[in-house]
């Protein structure tokens, strides 16, 4: 059974950089039939999409968060991660990993973590 | 930018049928994805590519989509199916979320 969970920082300055980690169980990143991404959510609000990464290194993101998103992966530990730049108080959202289903498209995002607060406020 | 409208509210009664739709242009070019998420839980993808049920979802949850609009259809509504609902489809390697419909069983 496929398991990812989100750990980093749960407060971060504005201004500053936003910085999570997954770490995948019962699954390799190294599949080539998934990408793996990030979502995030403001509290009472809906979801948006931040980026997904691809076991060969490839990237998509967000347009609108383009210029200040990074994410990486680290094979040897089973893990990917997020970077978000210049962060403001409005970017305050729970943050999901999840699986993204690839086919030659992009698919489902099944599963996601639990998702972790992050709190953006001097 | 590519939208997704979905209503913000849907009610239903206990046994009845809920539909809940997700408009965007020509959405029928594109797959249509359906996520529940309940009340302090991580969304759960309940329909893909337009009319597949992942395992372990019931046969009561069904999709369709064409034209402008997709649809997730609860037949046989339970309590338990209270959620907020989320479709997704993919722009030009983008994905792109509706804002959410609250299904009410009351």
């Known amino acids: 059974q496929v398991q990812l969970q989100e750990s980093g920082p749960g407060l971060v300055k504005p201004s500053e950089t936003l910085s999570l980690t997954c770490t995948i169980s019962?699954?390799?990143?190294?599949?080539?039939?998934?990408?793996w991404g990030w979502l995030r959510q403001p509290p009472g609000k809906g979801l948006e999409w931040i980026g997904a990464i691809y076991y060969t290194g490839r990237t998509h993101y967000n347009p609108s968060l383009n210029s200040r998103v990074t994410i990486s992966r680290d094979t040897s530990k089973n893990q990917f991660s997020l970077k978000l730049t210049s962060v403001s108080d409005s970017e305050t959202a729970v943050y999901y990993c999840?699986?993204?289903?690839?086919?030659?498209?992009?698919?489902?995002?099944?599963?996601w973590g639990q998702g972790t607060l992050v709190t953006v406020s001097s | 930018s590519y939208e997704l409208t979905q209503p913000p509210s849907v009610s239903v009664s206990p046994g009845q049928t809920a539909s809940i739709t997700c408009s965007g242009d020509k959405l029928d070019d594109k797959y249509a994805y359906w996520y529940q998420q309940k009340s302090g839980q991580s969304p759960v993808l309940v329909i893909y590519q337009d009319t597949k049920r992942p395992s372990g979802i019931p046969e009561r949850f069904s999709g369709s989509n064409s034209g402008n609009t997709a649809t997730l259809t609860i037949s046989g509504t339970q309590a338990m199916d209270e959620a907020d609902y989320y479709c997704?489809?993919?722009?030009?390697?983008?994905?792109?979320f509706g804002g959410g419909t609250k299904l009410t069983v009351l």
């Open positions: 997704q489809a993919w722009d030009s390697s983008t994905a792109v």
């Open positions: 019962g699954d390799s990143i190294n599949s080539n039939n998934y990408y």
């Open positions: 999840a699986r993204l289903g690839y086919g030659g498209n992009l698919n489902w995002f099944a599963p």
